[in-house]
Every structure is written in structure tokens, then in C-alpha cells.
DNA sequence: GCCAACGTTGGC
DNA sequence: GCCAACGTTGGC
């Protein structure tokens, strides 16, 4: 099993928009960038992966859904009306794949990016690389639990 | 809204 | 194939 990071921005869809769709699955589409797209190919059904939220107050993660489906081809690319239409893709040769993803669980606070830099066990997550900008990227299953932990810890951590 | 970093496009 | 111009991402 591997795990996985996935960004969103939540005014255009939330962990808790995924929560509330028909049996809390979503598909994952809208990816335009080739290395993303070759991550989301590597995606095995039952991998779970980090829901990030970008471009918000407070960016960071979320909650941990589950890849519900392998990748396939993304049919929002080959829309004229869709704001990711790319007319290289057809449905004869599609170029872009999405996956389907799975609520699996929200966090009572989530793990901040400012924090997530802050931990010295995640200096070399790929996340937090200058220039960074993968809208999904792999884990390592030490940063998994190190997040985990830190998860737990913010939970537990009464500041308000 | 600003800006740095990056990917893509298209002229040559 | 090079590279400047442009668009996008995403933190701040």
C-alpha cells in the first residue's frame, strides 16, 4: 500500500463536500500536469492519501481519504465547457486520468502547513520543497505517521 | 493583491 | 532545440 498527498483548493471542493457526496466518493479530476497525472497512474485501489487544502486561511491537511478506483480517463479534458478542457485529449486518446477517492476521515484540527514546517522530521517532504506546486505527490510512510502523531497532539493540544 | 517558482507554448 | 513570453500555482 502507498500513500499519497492530494491538493484542493476547499472553496472549490472540500474534505467536507467529499463527506457529503453519495457514498463519500469523488472523482479526482481536473489534474493537468503530467507528473500528477503519472502519480495518480501509480495509485492502487486502497491506497490512502492526505487531503490537503491549498490557497485557503489556513492550508494544510484535512483528513485522509482512500483511493477508491485506479486511475481511468478523465472525460472533463475532452469538454469544450469545462474549465480544464485540453483539446489534445479525445475520448479516442485520452491524455489525462483522474482516480476516484473515498471519505475516510476528517481531522478534529488539521495539520498546518506552518507546523508541518516546523517539524524537523518532514525537512525533506515534497511538500514543503521550495517551489513545490504537485497537486499530488507521494508520502513516505515515515511522514505519514510523523503527521499522524501530529494529528493527534493537535487534537489533544487544548489552545483555542 | 503580490510575487516567486514552475510548466507550457510557440516563434525562430 | 532554444528560449522568451505567458499562464498557473499557492503561500503570504
Not at 469523488?26 to 503530467?34: K, P, Q, T
Not at 502547513?113 to 517532504?125: D, E, F, G, H, Y
Amino acid at each position: 500500500m502507498n500513500y499519497w498527498l492530494m491538493k484542493s483548493e476547499p472553496q472549490a471542493f472540500s474534505i467536507a463536500d467529499l463527506k457529503s457526496r453519495p457514498k463519500k466518493t469523488e472523482h479526482w479530476d481536473g489534474v493537468r500536469n503530467y507528473q500528477a497525472r503519472n502519480f495518480m497512474r501509480a495509485m492502487k485501489k486502497g491506497d490512502l492519501a492526505f487531503f490537503y487544502h491549498s490557497s485557503c486561511a489556513v492550508p494544510g491537511v484535512y483528513g485522509i481519504i482512500e483511493i477508491a478506483r485506479a486511475a481511468y480517463p478523465d472525460p472533463t479534458a475532452w469538454d469544450p465547457e469545462n474549465p480544464h478542457y485540453d483539446r489534445k485529449s479525445t475520448p479516442e486518446r485520452p491524455l489525462w486520468d483522474m482516480v476516484d477517492v473515498r471519505f475516510q476521515r476528517e481531522f478534529k484540527r488539521p495539520v498546518t502547513l506552518t507546523a508541518i514546517k516546523m517539524q524537523a522530521a518532514l525537512k525533506a517532504m515534497r511538500l514543503v520543497q521550495r517551489g513545490s506546486r504537485l497537486s499530488v505527490m507521494p508520502v513516505t510512510v515515515k511522514e505519514w505517521n510523523t503527521i499522524l502523531k501530529m494529528e493527534k497532539m493537535a487534537a489533544s493540544n487544548p489552545e483555542e
